[in-house]
């Protein structure tokens, strides 16, 4: 059978293909009737799923993380896609190829690792230089850093995520600490080491769970204990580079409601909170863009963000119009979420106060 992909499907087509379940729950009509409430999953997205038959026998054999032989029709329920199924049936995990069922990173990780190492030799400061050498090229912690999400679900929540999310506030910290003419090396570190301990904080394979370590002890520790660990081995190494960088590390979340156990109280460690939470926050937006099953502009509500996003490019133009008729005209605009956008040729209406007055201007066609 042809792996058909989330991204690929229009709507109101039959559909037969293989999915990853992502959440199963059993569920209560108004009239009482059971049926199943179904998230599936695959590396280009998610597809909301409904199976109104209930039966006994595939509540005990389906759950979340297995394979899945799917059959139905592909509708759209409220602006979003919903796949009504007629078949759910398992298929074993050594008849699949893993990899069409786990997001990734469009970054190679070994050359994100290359590009991390060069940023991280050319440091100035020589403790903080062999520091970050020794731990990142440790075996283990490179295998780990290579492959890990950063997050279970939010920002960068995709095979190695966590390394783009590092080299992306790394790359940014060179630039920024130049800017505001603060230390670098302790910025660079800072960004590096920040959330590296997730390694330990998070599962690795198709579905991840924190780890009983990242539930009880979670990243934050766990980097003070690496930056312990390794800074032990270099001789005289100087406690209080040591101190500052336990602080960026202890501070990053910025917040003591966000979990930091210290607020940043150095211009570094502000400057690592501000990269960090400016890179998650923009790595949240390009998940969405590129997974949010609602069709046309806007993205359903994002609960971590706290507002719908609009998905399409803004207008764009590289020449004069040519005259006047051409300024305001009346698109007819589709947009499928999760593919490129089409060109648009009409200016963005001024923001105005709802959903319905935004799109307005808009013949959305779905
Ligand atoms: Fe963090
Ligand atoms: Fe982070």
């Not at 302790?186 to 997730?198: F, P, T």
Request: charged letters at 25%; aromatic letters at 10%.
């Amino acid at each position: 059978m042809t792996k058909l992909f989330v991204s690929d499907l229009q709507g109101k087509e039959e559909i037969e293909s293989i999915f990853l379940v992502k959440i199963f729950n059993t569920m209560e009509g108004k009239d009482g009737k059971k049926y199943f409430n179904i998230i599936l999953t695959d590396s280009s997205g998610d597809l909301e799923a409904r199976l109104w038959q209930y039966s006994p026998e595939i509540e005990k054999n389906i759950t979340k993380s297995t394979f899945v032989r799917v059959k139905g029709k592909l509708n759209f329920y409220q602006g979003r896609k919903q796949f009504i199924l007629t078949l759910i049936e398992k298929v074993p995990e050594s008849e699949v190829n893993t990899d069409d069922f786990v997001m990734k990173s469009v970054e190679d990780p070994e050359v994100m690792f290359k590009k991390l190492l060069t940023i991280i030799e050319s440091l100035s400061d020589v403790y903080i230089r062999d520091l970050l050498k020794n731990i990142v090229t440790d075996g283990e912690i490179a295998r780990r850093l290579k492959t890990w999400q950063a997050g279970k679900s939010i920002h960068h929540a995709y095979r190695s995520g966590l390394l783009e999310h590092i080299l992306s506030c790394t790359q940014l910290a060179q630039t920024l600490s130049k800017h505001y003419h603060v230390n670098p090396n302790y910025v660079i570190a800072g960004c590096i080491l920040h959330d590296l301990c997730k390694i330990y904080e998070l599962t690795d394979g198709i579905n991840v769970e924190y780890t009983e370590e990242g539930k009880l002890v979670g990243h934050l520790v766990k980097g003070l204990e690496i930056v312990d660990r390794f800074s032990y081995k270099i001789r005289n190494f100087p406690h209080y580079t040591k101190m500052h960088l336990k602080h960026i590390l202890l501070a990053h979340h910025g917040e003591y409601e966000y979990g930091s156990p210290k607020i940043p109280q150095t211009s570094e460690a502000y400057l690592v909170h501000l990269i960090d939470l400016m890179d998650s926050k923009m790595g949240t937006l390009d998940l969405i863009k590129k997974t949010d099953s609602a069709t046309g502009h806007w993205s359903g509500f994002v609960k971590h963000l706290d507002r719908i996003v609009y998905k399409s490019d803004l207008p764009f133009y590289p020449e004069y119009i040519q005259d006047e008729e051409e300024r305001y005209p009346q698109p007819t605009v589709t947009v499928s979420p999760v593919q490129s956008p089409k060109p648009r040729s009409a200016p963005i209406p001024e923001p105005k106060t709802s959903l319905s007055k935004m799109l307005g201007g808009y013949k959305v066609e779905e």
